[in-house]
C-alpha cells in the first residue's frame, strides 16, 4: 500500500512538470509570436514607405514629410506623393494619428478650392484669395485641397467627390451656365463662389460693375475725352460685369457711345496688342484694361508703338495688384481685396458646414485708387 501511494505522488510530480513545461513553452511561442508580428508589421510600414520613395525618386524622409504636412517640401511634390499613397493604400502614422482627432461632425475635414487650370499663374487675386481661404479652413481644423478645372470641366472634382474626399467646395471663379456646381448640390455639398451671377451658390463679391463704372469717372474726370476698354475672357461674369461697367461709364460721358470701343475675350499678349492698335485707330486718348495682366501687355503695346503712359495716353486697370502699385509708372486701378474675400467665402463655408444660416449674396468693399498713369502733366 505503502508503495502505491509512492508511485502515485511520482507520478503527480510528472504531471506537474510537464504541465509546467507545456505552459513555458505556450508562453516561449506566445513571446516569438509576438516579436514576429510587431517585426512584421515594422516590416510593412517601412516597406509602404519605401515603396513610395522607391517609385517617386525621393528619400523617405522626404516622403514622410509631405504626408505628415511638416517640413519644407513642395507643393507639386507633396501632391505627389498623396496621390501615389492613396493608390497604393498606404496611411502614414501621423494621418492616422490626425483622423482619430478629427471632429466625426467634420466628415472628411476637407474643403476644396477650385481654380481655374488656365489661371492659375495669371492674376495675383486667385494667388491672394487662395492664401486668404486656406488660412481660415485652417483656423476651423479644415484642410484645403486644391483642384484645378477648367470652365465647366467636372472630371477631377467628382474623384474627389465619389471618394468621400471633400465636404464642399469653394470656387473662385464664377462662369455663366456653370455645369460643375449642380452635381455637388445633388450630393449635398455646399457650394460658394468668388463671384455672382449663380443661384446655386453663395455667392462672395464686390458691386463689380459699379467700381468700374466709377472707374471711367475717374480718368474722364483726368481728361480723358474717348475711352477704349480691352476685357477678358467674357465667359467668367467678372469680366462681364467688368465690361458692364465701363459701358455704362462711356455712355454717362457721351449718350450716343455705341460699344466700338470695348473690345473683349482678349486672353493673350498678341491679342491685347491687336487690341491697343484698334483703339489707337479709334483715336482713344485712354485704355481701361479688365486685369493686370492685360493691363501690363497693354502698357507694352502702347511703348512699341512709340507713346508714353500718361502724356499720350491714360492707363487703368479694373483690379489693383502688386504689378500695379510698382509699375513705371504707377497704374490707376479698382482695388478689391482678394484675400478678405477669401476669407469672406472661407467664412461662409464654415458656417454652412455646422448648418448656421448664410446670406444669399455676401458684398465686399472696393475702392478707385488714382495713381500717376492717369494723371497729365500740364
Known amino acids: 500500500m505503502t508503495k502505491k501511494l509512492k508511485n502515485r505522488k511520482f507520478l503527480r510530480k510528472i504531471a506537474h512538470s510537464l504541465r509546467n513545461f507545456k505552459l ?8 516569438k509570436m509576438g516579436f514576429f508580428k510587431i517585426k512584421e508589421m515594422k516590416n510593412r510600414k517601412n516597406s509602404g514607405l519605401s515603396e513610395l520613395a522607391k ?15 511638416n517640413g519644407r517640401v513642395s507643393v507639386a511634390t507633396r501632391e505627389k506623393v498623396r496621390l501615389l499613397a492613396e493608390d497604393l493604400g498606404y496611411v502614414s502614422p501621423s494621418q492616422k494619428m490626425q483622423s482619430r482627432y478629427r471632429d466625426v461632425s467634420q466628415k472628411s475635414g476637407n474643403v476644396a478650392l477650385v481654380l481655374s487650370r488656365d489661371l492659375l499663374y495669371e492674376s495675383e487675386f486667385f494667388h491672394q484669395a487662395l492664401l486668404g481661404a486656406a488660412a481660415t479652413l485652417s483656423e476651423h481644423n479644415y484642410e484645403t485641397l ?3 478645372c ?7 472634382l467628382r474623384r474627389a467627390v465619389e471618394k468621400g474626399k471633400i465636404d464642399g467646395a469653394i470656387f473662385t471663379r464664377s462662369i455663366a451656365q456653370e455645369r460643375s456646381i449642380a452635381p455637388l448640390k445633388k450630393h449635398g455639398l455646399p457650394v460658394v ?3 455672382s451671377g449663380n443661384k446655386d451658390a453663395v455667392m462672395v463679391d464686390g458691386n463689380i460693375a459699379l467700381a468700374c463704372r466709377e472707374l471711367v469717372a475717374a480718368v474722364a474726370a483726368s481728361g480723358a475725352k474717348k475711352i477704349a476698354y480691352i476685357g477678358g475672357n467674357l465667359d467668367y461674369v467678372v469680366n462681364a460685369n467688368r465690361r458692364k461697367g465701363v459701358a455704362r461709364g462711356i455712355f454717362d460721358m457721351d449718350e450716343n457711345a455705341d460699344d466700338s470701343m470695348l473690345v473683349g475675350n482678349v486672353e493673350n499678349r498678341e ?3 491687336s487690341a491697343v492698335e484698334r483703339s489707337l485707330s479709334h483715336h ?4 481701361i484694361c479688365g486685369d493686370d495682366v492685360l493691363t501690363t501687355w497693354a502698357f507694352e503695346a502702347l511703348v512699341e508703338s512709340g507713346l508714353s503712359v500718361p502724356d499720350d495716353m491714360l492707363l487703368a486697370s479694373c483690379f489693383d495688384s502688386n504689378s500695379m502699385v510698382h509699375h513705371s509708372p504707377p497704374i490707376t486701378a479698382v482695388r478689391i481685396d482678394a484675400r478678405s474675400q477669401g476669407i469672406a467665402a472661407a467664412q461662409a463655408m464654415v458656417d454652412l458646414l455646422k448648418g448656421r444660416e448664410v446670406k444669399h449674396m455676401i458684398r465686399t468693399e472696393h475702392e478707385i485708387i488714382i495713381r500717376q498713369s492717369t494723371r497729365r502733366k500740364h
Not at 55 to 69: D, F, H, I, P
Not at 150 to 156: F, I, L, M, T, V
Not at 284 to 287: N, T
Open 271 to 273: 491679342d491685347c496688342f
Open 24 to 31: 513555458s513553452c505556450a508562453n516561449r511561442l506566445h513571446d
Open 55 to 69: 517609385q517617386l525618386n525621393l528619400s523617405e524622409t522626404t516622403v514622410s514629410r509631405a504626408l505628415s504636412g
Open 284 to 287: 482713344a486718348d485712354a485704355i
Open 146 to 148: 486644391l483642384i484645378l
Open 150 to 156: 477648367n470652365s465647366n470641366e467636372y472630371g477631377p
Open 193 to 195: 463662389v468668388l463671384g
